[in-house]
Protein backbone atom coordinates (compact mmCIF):
# COMPACT_ATOMS: atom_id res chain seq x y z
CA UNK A 1 0.00 0.00 0.00
CA UNK A 2 3.05 2.22 0.53
CA UNK A 3 4.97 1.92 -1.96
CA UNK A 4 1.42 2.44 -4.25
CA UNK A 5 0.58 5.95 -2.48
CA UNK A 6 4.68 6.82 -3.27
CA UNK A 7 4.53 6.01 -7.09
CA UNK A 8 0.80 8.04 -7.04
CA UNK A 9 2.71 11.23 -5.69
CA UNK A 10 5.67 11.36 -7.72
CA UNK A 11 3.31 10.91 -10.88
CA UNK A 12 1.22 13.88 -9.89
CA UNK A 13 4.57 15.82 -9.41
CA UNK A 14 5.95 14.92 -12.82
CA UNK A 15 2.92 15.99 -14.51
CA UNK A 16 2.95 19.73 -12.38
CA UNK A 17 6.41 19.77 -13.30
CA UNK A 18 5.34 19.15 -17.26
CA UNK A 19 3.03 21.84 -17.07
CA UNK A 20 4.88 24.30 -15.75
CA UNK A 21 7.29 23.86 -18.32
CA UNK A 22 4.38 23.77 -21.05
CA UNK A 23 3.48 27.46 -19.94
CA UNK A 24 7.13 28.94 -20.15
CA UNK A 25 7.52 27.99 -23.43
CA UNK A 26 4.39 29.15 -24.53
CA UNK A 27 5.11 32.36 -22.77
CA UNK A 28 8.44 32.39 -24.85
CA UNK A 29 7.15 32.05 -28.34
CA UNK A 30 4.44 34.64 -27.92
CA UNK A 31 7.13 37.26 -26.56
CA UNK A 32 7.84 40.16 -29.05
CA UNK A 33 10.89 41.45 -27.79
CA UNK A 34 14.46 40.01 -28.57
CA UNK A 35 16.80 37.88 -26.64
CA UNK A 36 20.15 39.50 -26.80
CA UNK A 37 22.49 39.62 -23.87
CA UNK A 38 23.13 43.01 -23.64
CA UNK A 39 26.76 44.81 -24.14
CA UNK A 40 27.97 46.74 -20.97
CA UNK A 41 28.25 50.20 -21.84
CA UNK A 42 32.20 51.07 -22.18
CA UNK A 43 31.10 55.05 -21.92
CA UNK A 44 32.23 56.60 -19.09
CA UNK A 45 29.91 58.79 -17.59
CA UNK A 46 31.29 62.20 -16.42
CA UNK A 47 29.55 62.62 -12.87
CA UNK A 48 32.40 65.79 -11.45
CA UNK A 49 35.20 66.80 -10.91
CA UNK A 50 35.40 66.23 -7.23
CA UNK A 51 33.51 63.28 -7.77
CA UNK A 52 35.07 59.31 -6.27
CA UNK A 53 35.03 58.33 -9.53
CA UNK A 54 37.32 61.13 -11.09
CA UNK A 55 40.99 58.62 -11.13
CA UNK A 56 38.78 56.47 -13.08
CA UNK A 57 37.40 58.69 -15.42
CA UNK A 58 40.51 61.06 -16.10
CA UNK A 59 43.42 58.79 -15.16
CA UNK A 60 42.03 55.53 -16.82
CA UNK A 61 42.42 53.84 -13.60
CA UNK A 62 40.23 50.33 -13.09
CA UNK A 63 38.06 50.35 -10.04
CA UNK A 64 38.40 46.87 -8.84
CA UNK A 65 36.25 47.30 -5.89
CA UNK A 66 34.13 44.48 -6.12
CA UNK A 67 36.76 42.26 -6.46
CA UNK A 68 38.71 43.73 -2.78
CA UNK A 69 39.27 40.64 -0.68
CA UNK A 70 40.84 40.82 3.38
CA UNK A 71 44.17 38.78 3.70
CA UNK A 72 44.28 37.91 7.31
CA UNK A 73 47.35 36.07 8.83
CA UNK A 74 48.16 34.83 12.13
CA UNK A 75 50.62 36.17 14.42
CA UNK A 76 52.98 33.10 14.65
CA UNK A 77 53.12 33.31 10.49
CA UNK A 78 53.75 37.10 10.73
CA UNK A 79 56.68 36.39 13.13
CA UNK A 80 57.72 33.51 10.89
CA UNK A 81 58.14 35.94 7.84
CA UNK A 82 59.62 38.70 10.27
CA UNK A 83 62.16 35.70 11.00
CA UNK A 84 63.12 35.24 7.14
CA UNK A 85 63.73 38.78 6.67
CA UNK A 86 66.44 38.19 9.58
CA UNK A 87 67.88 35.32 7.50
CA UNK A 88 67.87 37.65 4.86
CA UNK A 89 70.40 40.19 6.30
CA UNK A 90 67.81 42.59 7.22
CA UNK A 91 66.76 43.29 11.01
CA UNK A 92 63.20 42.82 12.18
CA UNK A 93 60.32 44.60 12.34
CA UNK A 94 58.01 43.31 15.11
CA UNK A 95 58.83 43.48 18.42
CA UNK A 96 56.72 41.28 21.10
CA UNK A 97 55.64 43.39 24.12
CA UNK A 98 53.54 42.69 27.13
CA UNK A 99 51.04 44.57 28.43
CA UNK A 100 49.45 44.15 32.08
CA UNK A 101 45.86 44.36 32.35
CA UNK A 102 44.70 44.30 36.07
CA UNK A 103 41.65 41.98 36.47
CA UNK A 104 38.55 41.91 39.17
CA UNK A 105 40.49 39.80 41.24
CA UNK A 106 43.92 41.45 41.46
CA UNK A 107 45.10 39.01 39.16
CA UNK A 108 47.53 40.61 36.46
CA UNK A 109 46.78 39.16 32.91
CA UNK A 110 49.85 39.60 30.06
CA UNK A 111 48.59 40.35 26.59
CA UNK A 112 51.22 39.89 23.92
CA UNK A 113 51.30 42.85 22.10
CA UNK A 114 53.45 43.06 18.85
CA UNK A 115 54.27 46.40 17.29
CA UNK A 116 56.28 47.32 13.63
CA UNK A 117 58.30 49.84 12.88
CA UNK A 118 58.31 51.87 9.87
CA UNK A 119 61.50 51.98 7.56
CA UNK A 120 62.96 54.90 7.05
CA UNK A 121 65.65 56.26 5.01
CA UNK A 122 68.31 59.98 5.94
CA UNK A 123 70.06 62.01 4.07
CA UNK A 124 73.55 60.68 4.56
CA UNK A 125 76.21 64.02 5.42
CA UNK A 126 78.85 61.84 4.97
CA UNK A 127 82.19 63.54 5.64
CA UNK A 128 84.78 63.87 3.07
CA UNK A 129 88.33 63.15 3.96
CA UNK A 130 90.65 66.03 3.64
CA UNK A 131 87.64 68.29 2.98
CA UNK A 132 87.64 66.39 -0.89
CA UNK A 133 84.91 67.70 -3.12
CA UNK A 134 83.94 70.77 -0.62
CA UNK A 135 83.77 74.22 -2.60
CA UNK A 136 86.63 76.57 -3.10
CA UNK A 137 87.26 79.93 -3.41
CA UNK A 138 88.79 81.31 -6.65
CA UNK A 139 89.66 84.93 -8.07
CA UNK A 140 88.22 86.37 -11.49
CA UNK A 141 85.84 88.73 -12.98
CA UNK A 142 83.13 89.40 -11.54
CA UNK A 143 80.99 90.95 -8.42
CA UNK A 144 79.52 89.53 -5.50
CA UNK A 145 76.09 87.36 -6.35
CA UNK A 146 76.86 87.06 -9.88
CA UNK A 147 75.84 83.90 -11.23
CA UNK A 148 78.90 81.75 -12.77
CA UNK A 149 77.68 78.79 -13.78
CA UNK A 150 74.80 76.90 -13.90
CA UNK A 151 74.36 72.81 -12.81
CA UNK A 152 70.52 70.64 -12.68
CA UNK A 153 69.77 69.96 -10.00
CA UNK A 154 69.27 66.50 -10.69
CA UNK A 155 71.52 64.55 -13.30
CA UNK A 156 70.69 64.23 -16.96
CA UNK A 157 70.86 60.67 -18.41
CA UNK A 158 74.12 59.82 -18.84
CA UNK A 159 75.97 61.80 -16.18
CA UNK A 160 77.39 60.65 -13.14
CA UNK A 161 80.06 58.12 -11.20
CA UNK A 162 79.45 54.41 -11.78
CA UNK A 163 79.50 52.20 -9.18
CA UNK A 164 80.56 48.77 -9.05
CA UNK A 165 82.61 45.64 -7.43
CA UNK A 166 85.89 46.09 -5.47
CA UNK A 167 88.68 44.30 -4.26
CA UNK A 168 89.37 43.43 -1.09
CA UNK A 169 88.42 41.76 2.45
CA UNK A 170 85.05 42.75 4.16
CA UNK A 171 85.41 44.43 7.24
CA UNK A 172 84.13 42.34 10.57
CA UNK A 173 80.97 42.06 12.24
CA UNK A 174 80.86 43.13 15.97
CA UNK A 175 79.23 44.27 18.86
CA UNK A 176 78.87 47.75 17.33
CA UNK A 177 75.42 46.84 15.21
CA UNK A 178 73.79 45.51 18.20
CA UNK A 179 74.81 48.42 20.08
CA UNK A 180 73.99 51.41 17.97
CA UNK A 181 70.50 49.50 17.61
CA UNK A 182 70.64 49.61 21.81
CA UNK A 183 72.04 53.32 22.22
CA UNK A 184 68.15 54.19 20.32
CA UNK A 185 66.50 53.49 23.58
CA UNK A 186 68.97 55.02 26.22
CA UNK A 187 69.63 58.14 24.16
CA UNK A 188 66.89 59.61 25.76
CA UNK A 189 68.24 58.99 29.12
CA UNK A 190 71.76 60.15 29.17
CA UNK A 191 73.69 62.93 27.54
CA UNK A 192 77.92 64.21 28.23
CA UNK A 193 77.86 66.58 31.09
CA UNK A 194 80.11 69.55 31.07
CA UNK A 195 81.05 69.40 27.58
CA UNK A 196 82.33 72.81 26.23
CA UNK A 197 83.58 74.45 23.11
CA UNK A 198 87.47 72.76 23.14
CA UNK A 199 90.53 73.97 20.58
CA UNK A 200 90.58 73.85 16.71
CA UNK A 201 89.39 69.80 15.96
CA UNK A 202 85.82 70.53 16.27
CA UNK A 203 84.07 67.78 14.78
CA UNK A 204 81.78 68.14 11.35
CA UNK A 205 78.84 66.64 11.43
CA UNK A 206 75.65 68.36 10.34
CA UNK A 207 75.23 71.28 8.45
CA UNK A 208 72.80 74.38 8.94
CA UNK A 209 71.09 76.62 6.19
CA UNK A 210 71.29 80.19 6.92
CA UNK A 211 70.91 83.48 4.38
CA UNK A 212 74.51 84.36 4.17
CA UNK A 213 75.23 84.27 0.70
CA UNK A 214 73.74 86.98 -2.27
CA UNK A 215 72.52 86.51 -5.43
CA UNK A 216 72.20 89.04 -8.28
CA UNK A 217 68.64 89.15 -9.67
CA UNK A 218 66.33 86.33 -7.74
CA UNK A 219 66.33 84.44 -4.45
CA UNK A 220 64.64 83.92 -1.10
CA UNK A 221 65.11 87.59 0.64
CA UNK A 222 65.74 91.03 -0.78
CA UNK A 223 68.90 93.12 0.40
CA UNK A 224 67.30 96.36 0.96
CA UNK A 225 70.34 98.05 1.46
CA UNK A 226 72.57 96.00 -1.26
CA UNK A 227 70.06 96.43 -3.42
CA UNK A 228 69.75 100.46 -2.79
CA UNK A 229 73.44 101.15 -3.43
CA UNK A 230 73.75 98.62 -6.17
CA UNK A 231 71.11 100.92 -8.48
CA UNK A 232 72.78 104.22 -7.11
CA UNK A 233 75.86 102.85 -8.56
CA UNK A 234 74.48 101.54 -12.05
CA UNK A 235 72.70 105.54 -12.08
CA UNK A 236 75.85 107.21 -11.04
CA UNK A 237 77.47 105.30 -14.42
CA UNK A 238 74.59 106.17 -16.59
CA UNK A 239 75.03 109.55 -15.57
CA UNK A 240 71.33 109.97 -14.43
CA UNK A 241 72.99 110.83 -10.87
CA UNK A 242 74.20 114.91 -10.48
CA UNK A 243 76.28 115.22 -7.24
CA UNK A 244 75.65 118.78 -7.35
CA UNK A 245 72.12 117.82 -7.25
CA UNK A 246 69.25 116.40 -5.22
CA UNK A 247 68.42 113.06 -6.40
CA UNK A 248 65.21 112.97 -8.55
CA UNK A 249 63.96 109.18 -7.92
CA UNK A 250 61.66 109.26 -10.88
CA UNK A 251 64.79 108.99 -13.80
CA UNK A 252 66.79 106.83 -11.54
CA UNK A 253 66.58 103.14 -13.99
CA UNK A 254 66.37 100.36 -12.14
CA UNK A 255 67.65 97.01 -13.82
CA UNK A 256 66.44 93.93 -12.59
CA UNK A 257 70.45 92.53 -11.94
CA UNK A 258 70.44 95.57 -9.86
CA UNK A 259 68.34 93.93 -7.14
CA UNK A 260 70.34 91.94 -4.22
CA UNK A 261 68.78 89.03 -2.85
CA UNK A 262 70.23 86.59 -0.18
CA UNK A 263 69.80 82.91 -0.47
CA UNK A 264 69.86 79.88 1.67
CA UNK A 265 73.62 78.80 1.81
CA UNK A 266 75.12 75.49 3.55
CA UNK A 267 76.85 76.04 6.36
CA UNK A 268 79.28 74.04 8.31
CA UNK A 269 77.40 73.51 11.69
CA UNK A 270 80.41 72.59 14.39
CA UNK A 271 79.75 70.39 17.48
CA UNK A 272 82.57 69.90 20.77
CA UNK A 273 84.41 66.31 20.04
CA UNK A 274 84.89 64.20 23.43
CA UNK A 275 87.20 60.80 24.47
CA UNK A 276 86.00 58.62 26.77
CA UNK A 277 88.27 56.03 28.57
CA UNK A 278 86.32 53.02 29.89
CA UNK A 279 89.01 51.42 32.58
CA UNK A 280 88.36 47.89 33.78
CA UNK A 281 89.20 45.60 36.44
CA UNK A 282 89.64 42.44 35.23
CA UNK A 283 91.41 40.44 37.79
CA UNK A 284 90.81 37.18 39.62
CA UNK A 285 88.41 38.73 42.16
CA UNK A 286 86.09 40.14 39.35
CA UNK A 287 85.24 36.56 38.22
CA UNK A 288 81.20 36.56 38.18
CA UNK A 289 78.38 38.82 38.94
CA UNK A 290 81.25 41.54 39.33
CA UNK A 291 82.24 41.22 35.95
CA UNK A 292 78.83 40.93 34.52
CA UNK A 293 77.56 44.34 35.90
CA UNK A 294 80.29 46.33 34.97
CA UNK A 295 80.29 44.78 31.53
CA UNK A 296 76.56 45.24 31.21
CA UNK A 297 76.77 49.15 32.42
CA UNK A 298 80.00 49.98 30.11
CA UNK A 299 78.12 48.27 27.02
CA UNK A 300 75.08 50.43 27.86
CA UNK A 301 77.21 53.44 28.46
CA UNK A 302 79.34 52.68 24.95
CA UNK A 303 75.57 52.09 22.87
CA UNK A 304 74.60 55.80 24.31
CA UNK A 305 77.62 57.74 22.87
CA UNK A 306 77.76 54.82 19.58
CA UNK A 307 74.72 56.15 18.50
CA UNK A 308 73.88 59.82 20.34
CA UNK A 309 77.61 61.05 19.81
CA UNK A 310 78.56 58.93 16.79
CA UNK A 311 82.07 60.51 14.84
CA UNK A 312 81.89 63.48 17.85
CA UNK A 313 83.16 60.32 20.40
CA UNK A 314 86.10 58.74 20.20
CA UNK A 315 86.82 55.93 22.30
CA UNK A 316 89.65 54.19 24.13
CA UNK A 317 89.97 50.91 26.34
CA UNK A 318 91.60 50.06 29.50
CA UNK A 319 92.09 47.13 31.25
CA UNK A 320 93.80 46.41 34.90
CA UNK A 321 94.78 43.80 37.01
CA UNK A 322 98.30 44.59 38.33
CA UNK A 323 99.30 46.17 35.55
CA UNK A 324 97.26 48.33 32.55
CA UNK A 325 96.89 47.80 29.24
CA UNK A 326 94.91 49.39 26.63
CA UNK A 327 93.12 47.24 23.79
CA UNK A 328 92.10 48.20 20.48
CA UNK A 329 87.88 47.49 20.83
CA UNK A 330 85.38 46.69 22.89
CA UNK A 331 84.54 43.15 21.82
CA UNK A 332 88.17 42.58 23.45
CA UNK A 333 87.71 44.72 26.16
CA UNK A 334 84.38 42.99 27.28
CA UNK A 335 85.46 39.28 26.27
CA UNK A 336 89.18 39.47 28.39
CA UNK A 337 89.10 38.11 31.48
CA UNK A 338 92.34 36.68 33.44
CA UNK A 339 93.49 35.57 36.85
CA UNK A 340 95.65 38.36 39.41
CA UNK A 341 96.17 40.48 42.15
CA UNK A 342 94.53 44.13 41.86
CA UNK A 343 96.33 47.44 41.60
CA UNK A 344 94.39 50.44 40.18
CA UNK A 345 97.35 52.86 40.21
CA UNK A 346 98.36 51.96 36.91
CA UNK A 347 95.00 52.45 34.67
CA UNK A 348 94.55 56.07 35.78
CA UNK A 349 98.73 56.71 35.39
CA UNK A 350 97.97 54.74 31.56
CA UNK A 351 94.92 57.22 31.04
CA UNK A 352 97.01 60.34 32.46
CA UNK A 353 100.09 59.05 30.16
CA UNK A 354 97.72 58.72 26.87
CA UNK A 355 96.25 62.35 27.51
CA UNK A 356 99.53 64.24 27.81
CA UNK A 357 101.61 61.98 24.89
CA UNK A 358 98.36 62.74 22.52
CA UNK A 359 97.37 66.12 23.96
CA UNK A 360 94.26 65.14 23.61
CA UNK A 361 93.20 68.16 26.75
CA UNK A 362 93.81 70.89 24.05
CA UNK A 363 91.43 69.35 21.74
CA UNK A 364 88.64 67.53 23.20
CA UNK A 365 86.62 67.05 26.31
CA UNK A 366 88.01 64.04 28.06
CA UNK A 367 85.52 60.92 29.86
CA UNK A 368 86.75 58.57 32.26
CA UNK A 369 84.63 55.92 33.57
CA UNK A 370 85.98 52.71 35.98
CA UNK A 371 84.48 49.56 36.62
CA UNK A 372 85.90 47.51 39.62
CA UNK A 373 85.09 45.53 42.38
CA UNK A 374 86.72 47.80 44.86
CA UNK A 375 89.42 45.40 45.66
CA UNK A 376 92.95 47.49 45.69
CA UNK A 377 96.13 46.27 47.29
CA UNK A 378 97.51 49.04 47.80
CA UNK A 379 95.03 49.79 50.98
CA UNK A 380 96.04 53.25 50.95
CA UNK A 381 95.90 54.29 47.66
CA UNK A 382 98.24 57.15 47.47
CA UNK A 383 99.07 56.47 44.27
CA UNK A 384 95.37 56.32 42.75
CA UNK A 385 94.73 59.39 44.36
CA UNK A 386 97.51 61.09 42.86
CA UNK A 387 96.92 60.33 39.71
CA UNK A 388 93.18 60.92 39.89
CA UNK A 389 93.69 64.58 41.05
CA UNK A 390 95.99 64.72 37.83
CA UNK A 391 93.05 63.07 35.92
CA UNK A 392 90.62 65.21 37.47
CA UNK A 393 92.32 68.67 36.24
CA UNK A 394 92.35 67.69 32.23
CA UNK A 395 89.02 65.78 32.30
CA UNK A 396 85.34 66.69 32.37
CA UNK A 397 83.74 63.66 34.65
CA UNK A 398 85.46 60.41 35.76
CA UNK A 399 82.59 57.87 36.72
CA UNK A 400 83.43 55.09 38.84
CA UNK A 401 81.15 52.30 39.52
CA UNK A 402 81.72 49.58 42.43
CA UNK A 403 80.38 46.15 41.47
CA UNK A 404 80.77 44.37 45.52
CA UNK A 405 81.24 40.89 45.03
CA UNK A 406 79.03 38.67 47.12
CA UNK A 407 81.31 38.20 50.17
CA UNK A 408 81.79 42.44 50.88
CA UNK A 409 78.87 43.72 53.44
CA UNK A 410 76.57 45.85 51.21
CA UNK A 411 76.68 48.59 54.00
CA UNK A 412 80.60 48.55 54.35
CA UNK A 413 83.02 50.44 52.21
CA UNK A 414 85.37 49.00 50.34
CA UNK A 415 89.58 49.58 49.66
CA UNK A 416 88.17 51.83 46.78
CA UNK A 417 85.50 53.69 48.47
CA UNK A 418 87.75 54.31 51.47
CA UNK A 419 90.72 55.54 49.93
CA UNK A 420 88.36 58.06 47.12
CA UNK A 421 86.19 59.21 50.23
CA UNK A 422 89.46 59.81 53.10
CA UNK A 423 90.89 61.94 50.45
CA UNK A 424 87.85 64.28 49.73
CA UNK A 425 88.25 64.42 46.46
CA UNK A 426 84.68 64.27 45.11
CA UNK A 427 83.84 66.78 48.26
CA UNK A 428 86.51 69.76 46.15
CA UNK A 429 85.35 68.95 43.14
CA UNK A 430 81.63 67.30 42.68
CA UNK A 431 81.26 68.53 38.83
CA UNK A 432 84.19 66.36 38.01
CA UNK A 433 84.11 63.11 39.49
CA UNK A 434 81.10 60.83 40.88
CA UNK A 435 81.64 57.16 42.50
CA UNK A 436 78.63 54.60 42.58
CA UNK A 437 78.09 51.48 44.46
CA UNK A 438 76.34 48.74 44.20
CA UNK A 439 75.67 45.08 45.29
CA UNK A 440 76.57 42.95 41.99
CA UNK A 441 74.61 40.00 43.20
CA UNK A 442 71.59 42.28 43.53
CA UNK A 443 71.91 44.65 40.43
CA UNK A 444 69.12 44.62 38.24
CA UNK A 445 69.16 46.23 35.09
CA UNK A 446 67.47 49.30 36.33
CA UNK A 447 69.74 49.92 38.69
CA UNK A 448 72.58 49.39 36.55
CA UNK A 449 70.85 51.89 34.54
CA UNK A 450 70.25 54.15 37.83
CA UNK A 451 74.18 54.40 37.93
CA UNK A 452 75.01 55.79 34.83
CA UNK A 453 72.59 58.62 35.64
CA UNK A 454 74.68 58.94 38.75
CA UNK A 455 77.64 58.91 37.07
CA UNK A 456 76.54 61.79 34.04
CA UNK A 457 74.31 63.65 35.97
Do not use: C
Not at 179 to 194: C, R, S
Not at 260 to 273: A, T, V
Request: aromatic fraction near 8%; charge should be negative; glycine fraction near 8%.
Amino acid sequence: MNENNLQENSSVDNSEEKKDVLKNIEIEKNYKGKHIIPNKSTEKKFLGIYDYSDFEILLNFKNDSDKNTIALKTLDELLEKDKQRETDGFPRRIRIGKYVKPSKNNNEQFVVVPVTTEPKFYHDNAISEDNEGEPTGGSGDGDEGDVIAEQPAEPQEGEGKGQGAGQGDGSGHDVSSDAFDLGKVLTEKFELPNLKTKGKKVSLTKFQYDLTDKNRGFGQLLDKKATIRKIIETNILLGNINPDEEINVENLVINPNDQIFRILSKEKDYESEAVVFFIRDYSGSMQGKPTEVIVTQHLFIYSWLMFQYQNNVKVRFILHDTEAKEVPDFYTYYRSMVAGGTNVSPSYELVNKIIEEEQLAKDYNIYVFHGTDGDDWEETGENAVKELKRMIATTNRIGITVAKNSWSSADKETTVEKYISKSGIIKDNPLNIRIDSMSADNATEARIIEGIKNLVS
